[in-house]
């Protein structure tokens, strides 16, 4: 699709806000049980397990909800899931040895990257307002995360941010190169790349196996185990889950342009630390609070531009 067919387009961006809020919901409950998941398993193990649980489920509903899973332009479809793939596998390989705070303060460079890969690659208009939302919105994400998501920085600390790269790209990739597929069209090849990196991953370490500390501190280096019922329980919640949230932020990139839908996306977080709350009892400081706000100030400025607008 050319980027004169993506001009024509509607931009649909409430539309796209309430979907990425239900992703973010759903998310944020999900991932605060990978710390379950990882007191036994492996990285490379739940990977590989929850795409076979993800694709089992999309199998499932196959017929039923007269899904269709065959893509229209294939070459499109495998980029954008080689992409999504690897930048989530140097996201999640990162946490082996560097602070959980600087990972997802790089991670979270992605709105960056879009604006940039949107204007330069492609050739949208970048308004002040987005521009302004984008580093609002990124400058909350850090109170949130705190001030240790500015310290220990190194060469590694570079690894988030090329995962936010990939992030942004993918997500650009949604709208610029994949419009006309459906959104279980890009789950499926989503959960096909990260079960086909999990399964290599797998394979290297059962061949080269690491000496791996206990508990969720070897969850990178871990190999294969014997499965327990709490890890494959937690692992279907995630697929589960990861197809409805997943599914809808790939409809929110197709139907609003990239630069707004991202800088919803910093809503995970709030959402994550909701949820940690709820289940964790963790709590949050006031610096983290006062980051949320700034967190939703970004995202009411792009939806209020987006009304005024027309979109």
């Given amino acids: 699709m050319t980027s004169a067919n993506i001009s024509s387009l509607p931009d649909r961006t409430l539309a796209a806000a309430a979907l990425v809020l239900g992703y973010a919901v759903i998310i944020g409950f999900t991932d605060n049980y990978v710390r379950v998941i990882a007191e036994e398993g492996g990285l490379w193990q739940f ?20 899904l269709r899973l065959r893509p229209r332009n294939l070459r499109a479809v495998v980029a954008r899931s080689a992409i999504h793939g690897s930048g989530m596998l140097i996201y999640f390989g990162a946490l082996a040895f560097l602070p959980v705070a600087l990972v997802a303060a790089g991670l979270f460079t992605a709105p960056i990257f879009v604006l940039l890969i949107s204007g330069f690659a492609f050739g949208h208009h970048i308004g002040p307002v987005r521009i302004a939302a984008v580093a609002v919105g990124f ?46 069209t890009l789950l499926g090849g989503f959960f096909l790349a990260l079960g086909v990196l999990g399964a290599i991953g797998m394979a290297v370490l059962s061949v080269w196996p690491l000496d791996v500390p ?8 871990r190999g294969p185990v014997w499965p327990s019922g709490t890890f494959l329980f937690w692992t279907f919640v995630q697929a589960a889950g990861s ?15 990239a630069g707004r839908v991202s800088v919803f996306e910093y809503v995970i977080l709030p959402a994550s630390a909701a949820w940690s709350w709820l289940i964790w009892g963790e709590t949050l400081t006031p610096l983290a609070i006062a980051g949320m706000v700034l967190i939703a100030v970004a995202g009411m400025m792009i939806a209020l531009r987006a009304r005024s607008q027309g979109n």
């Fill in 139 to 184: 400058v909350g994400v850090v109170m949130v995360l705190g001030p240790q998501a500015l310290g220990g920085a190194s060469l590694a600390a570079i690894l988030p941010v090329a995962a936010g790269a990939l992030y942004a790209l993918g997500n650009v990739a949604t709208r610029e190169w994949c419009a006309e597929e459906t959104a279980e």
């Fill in 243 to 257: 197809l409805l949230g997943v599914g809808m932020m790939i409809r929110a990139y197709q139907l609003a342009d």
């Fill in 47 to 66: 990977h590989a397990t929850r795409s076979v649980m993800a694709w089992m489920i999309l199998l499932a509903l196959l017929v039923p909800m007269g």
């Fill in 214 to 221: 206990e508990g969720p501190a070897g969850f990178v280096m």
